[in-house]
């Protein structure tokens, strides 16, 4: 493994990145729904003061947990999944790189790009908030972040993960949006509507919910801004509960080893189905 | 490095080849010297591809390929370092040619001077700016090549270089591979049309449904493979004769009012006029092509 040769893939990366169309819409959406998210903050200040900063970062979450893991999931989906369709995987796999330079370039390359996005969200939204409303509900930008970022990366790998299954893009970004639905229902309607239906135990209802990155970053979102209790839902009350103020370091490594874990799986996935 | 290695660049020892039930390379060895240039001849489906890409180290397989004395089973990336691979057709990258080139000079360790140069002596520098998905078949294939030849890699490998190409192109590309070839560059490419392999091979392996069926020099296997195109001017009321005796004698005539052409072997080409003078046909005159 050669780490120039990773730098010089994950540079590329990152142009392939800028003339993505899909890359630059998301990160446009994003960007001005946080600066839009941040002029009704400093709306709401003036008017309703804390309970309305409060809303309003709930919102910020929801808008998270809407965008980040579409962006992570149909981005990743689409990596490796259309540059087979292309062929340009096969071509560059015939140059002296091998498969895991090429797939740690990938990681990187988009990993930059997407955080890259996410901060510019929250640089400019804090910004703005300072600006017109003297700083009031910017720690709730700043604060969130990290856990934002965890998510986005976490949502890639899952990508990765499809992609290296997928043969055609398409059928690559399908499974995203499936698999996006299938972790936002899950997140809400499914633990809770299971819990009720089966009867699930706490402790299983707490293990369902948090292996799920996007309850973990919204129970840790929650715990983070510390918004009201009713937020944090049952799987959240169950975590505070059980964990206690351990919750977010757990949260945050659930994410990490979604990062790792989902990045590894998805090498040695794609290492199978180019090599056989 | 052993002399041995370096006199046979490229090794092929017992390479197997399975997908599921289907055997796609069935215990093939050969070897390539160094200067040598070989054509994999064969139909579709014969293995050829299958055997670049054991060659390249990029799919499993049994048996082993070497390249200078390294496995490309275990030394993928160094056997590649010294390979410079042009595909049946460059694919359609987002990025300008500009840029490819870049990125491949850095990956294969060449500077950006020998990147420019090369551009510059396959008429390519202008097109820098272009992305490379806009340009058109030849000029992706002459891009394909460009990008193989930096680093100054020992050998180049081509999957059927010409293959989309229109006739122009293909004898415009072929030229340059001569010059290369002249130049002592050892060249192993795939081919279905023998008028390639005539064209660039010094040696053949003909490959068909993953094993060798023979393997040695163009001049070898030229009187087998070469055709030539025979037609006779003759009078109308000859023509019908003519024919007539050529199907007899086992040949396929193709006549129109003043002509008949008729499509042989090399060898055989003398055959022809036997059949006509048996006969005693003489035609007013004749021309010959060679297909090849």
């Known amino acids: 493994m050669s780490l120039r040769t990773v730098a010089t893939l994950t540079q590329q990366e990152l142009l392939d990145a800028l003339r993505n169309k899909w890359f630059v819409a998301y990160a446009i959406a994003f960007v001005l729904l946080c600066v839009g998210l941040a002029m ?14 409060g809303r ?51 990681f990187f390359g988009l990993a930059i790009a997407m955080s890259a996005a996410v901060s510019i969200g929250f640089s400019l939204s804090s910004l703005a908030i300072i600006y017109w409303s003297g700083g009031t509900g910017v720690d709730v930008f700043l604060r969130l972040l990290p856990l934002t970022l965890l998510l986005t990366l976490s949502t890639l790998s899952i990508g990765l993960i499809i992609s290296a299954q997928a043969s055609k ?49 919204r129970i840790g979102a929650v715990l983070q801004i510390r918004g009201s209790l009713e937020l944090l839902g049952p799987a959240g009350l169950v975590a505070r509960d059980r964990i206690g103020d351990m919750t977010t370091a757990v949260l945050t490594l659930v994410m990490i080893v979604w990062i790792i874990g989902g990045a590894f799986v998805a090498y040695l996935l794609a290492r199978r189905k180019e090599f056989q | 490095m052993t002399d041995t290695a370096v006199q046979q660049l490229i090794q092929f020892r017992n390479v197997t080849k399975q997908f599921g039930s289907l055997r796609a390379l069935d215990s093939l060895s050969f070897d390539v010297r160094t200067g040598e240039s070989v054509a994999l001849w064969g139909s579709n ?23 200078e004395g390294l496995s490309s089973k275990r030394r ?81 490998v081509l999957d059927e270089p010409t293959a989309n190409l229109d006739a122009n192109t293909q004898k415009e590309l072929l030229g340059m591979l001569n010059d290369l070839k002249r130049d002592g560059r050892t060249i192993l490419f795939t081919s279905h049309r023998w008028s390639e392999v005539r064209a660039l091979a010094d040696s ?51 006549t129109t009012e003043s002509h008949i052409t008729v499509a042989v072997q090399d060898r055989a080409k003398m055959d022809v006029f036997a059949v006509l003078r048996a006969e005693d046909i003489g035609p007013r005159n004749f021309d010959m092509e060679v297909d090849a």
């Open chain 1, 40 to 53: 009704m903050i400093i709306n709401s200040a003036g008017y309703t003061g804390i309970s309305g900063f």
């Open chain 2, 76 to 156: 993928g990336k160094d056997v590649r370092q010294r390979i410079g691979y042009v595909p049946q057709l460059m694919p359609y990258f987002d990025l300008p040619v500009g840029e490819m080139v870049l990125l491949i000079t850095r990956l294969r360790g060449a500077t950006p001077r020998e990147g420019l140069e090369l551009l510059e002596q396959f008429s390519l520098a202008e097109t820098r700016r272009n992305p490379v998905r806009s340009l058109s078949g030849g000029m992706r294939q002459k891009l394909a090549l460009t990008l193989a030849l930096l680093g100054n890699p020992a050998l180049l």
């Open chain 2, 45 to 67: 489906g014969a293995g050829k591809t299958t055997l670049i890409r054991c060659l390249l180290g990029v799919t499993r397989f049994d048996g082993d390929v070497l390249v």
């Open chain 1, 169 to 217: 893009t398409v059928t690559a970004l399908g499974l995203a949006v499936v698999t996006w639905l299938l972790l936002v229902l899950i997140g809400s309607l499914g633990i809770m509507g299971m819990s009720i239906v089966v009867g699930l135990s706490p402790t299983v209802l707490l293990i369902g919910s948090v292996i799920n990155p996007l309850e973990a970053f």
């Open chain 2, 204 to 254: 053949v392996v003909h490959l068909e449904k993953g094993r060798i069926l023979e393997r040695g020099s163009v001049s070898d296997l030229a009187p087998e493979r070469d055709h030539v195109s025979i037609r006779f001017e003759m009078d109308s009321e000859l023509i019908g004769r003519a024919e007539s005796a050529l199907r007899t004698a086992g040949f396929i005539p193709f």
């Open chain 1, 56 to 106: 309003t970062a709930a919102g910020l979450i929801n808008l998270v947990l809407f965008l980040a893991p579409l962006m992570g999931l149909t981005l990743g989906a689409q990596a490796l999944a259309t540059e087979r369709e292309q062929g340009t995987l096969a071509y560059m796999l015939a140059q002296p790189v091998s498969l895991a330079e090429v797939f740690m370039a990938k």
